[in-house]
């Protein structure tokens, strides 16, 4: 079943706001849900995963974007070392309150699969996302790729096990937040009393206080290093697409997720070829004799060259399809056509010889001076 557009499933417009988005979803999900929908169990799942799928992508501004971008695309890569997953389910906060109205709803998220399971997870930090750009040649999109690239990498100290502190051993209860690691202030802004909680500014919120600083990391708890990832771009794959290594971005502060990696792909730019999807399109130019007496042109293709008969008699702007010739669909086989434009370069200039014999030869004067274009002209002007 081909996909869907995501503002088709849930319904609305591309302009929608958040909140459209929001009660789009929810009715849907309503509606949809396998426990309540009227449908068979199969159809409903399928559905249910639509709409989420759709409301994952539309509900997260930057993914929106990507997908308003790219298309499927821009945010379907979610591509580890390991492969071809679907993961990324982040909207268990924006979904609590249609969660807590229904065990049914926590039930059916938990158990799933995937998308809403495993909450909770928000209190721990996470280290942070890593972005990088990776540029590959063209010949990718048909075959595929592995390069290996380099990603800076901050990983806790192994020394004192990432407490910044010598052995591991010489801390002790920070003073100014009494080792809670956050402090409260109350600020009075008019009538009324704000009371903020935010990380202690001394600890770093680490609760703790470093008497004897660990030599290896000066005290940070942290290492830098670059790690090197073989990186598996699969055929098929769009120009600016992003590909999402799981696990691979910064470490966490502090026994938390490390952070992703993400790697956006930008194809080199290749002045001969445009590519539309699975389409390639090129152009050529030939001499005057060789589309008339027909002959052979080089032509570049997605992965170098090709010899193209030139039939005789062949007209300016012929396009000629090269099949198999394309770019793949993504992580598949099927090649799309190699669409090559023939452009025809008359000579600028004749000698009175080469004017007698192709006057002999075509027809001269009497041709170009013929009355046919007349009534044509009329035509049209009528
Ligand atoms: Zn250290
Ligand atoms: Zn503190």
Known sequence: MPKRDYYDVLGVPKTASADEIKTAYRRLAREHHPDVSKENPKAAEEKFKEISEA??????????????????SGVETDFGPGGFTWQNFTHAGDLED????????????????????????RA????SDVELTVRVPLSAAVHGARPTIEVPRSDPCGDCR?????????LETCPECHGEGQVRQVRSSGFAQLLTIGECPRCRGTGRRILDKCPTCAGSGR??????????????????????????????PRGGRAGDLFVQIDFEPSPHLRREGREAYTETTIPLATALLGGVATVPTVEGEAQLTIPSGTQPETPFRLRGEGFPRLGGSSRGD???????ELPRSLSGREKELLREAL?????????????????RAR
């Open 338 to 344: 190699l669409t090559v434009t023939v452009h025809i």
């Open 162 to 170: 990432g407490t910044g502190a010598r052995n591991g051993t010489a």
């Open 55 to 72: 409301y994952e992508v539309l509900a997260d501004g930057e993914k929106r974007q990507r997908y308003d971008r790219m298309g499927f």
């Open 223 to 252: 290492l830098s290093s670059v790690e090197r990832i073989e990186l598996s771009i699969p055929a098929g794959i769009e120009d600016g697409a992003i590909l999402r290594v799981p696990g691979h971005g910064m470490a966490a």
């Open 124 to 127: 721990a930090r996470r280290g």
């Open 98 to 121: 249609l969660l807590g109205a229904s065990p049914l709803f926590r039930q059916f998220f938990g158990g799933f699969g995937s998308p809403f399971g495993g909450g909770g997870t």
């Open 363 to 379: 027809g001269g004067t009497e041709r170009e001076s013929s009355p046919k274009r007349e009534p044509l002209f009329r035509r």
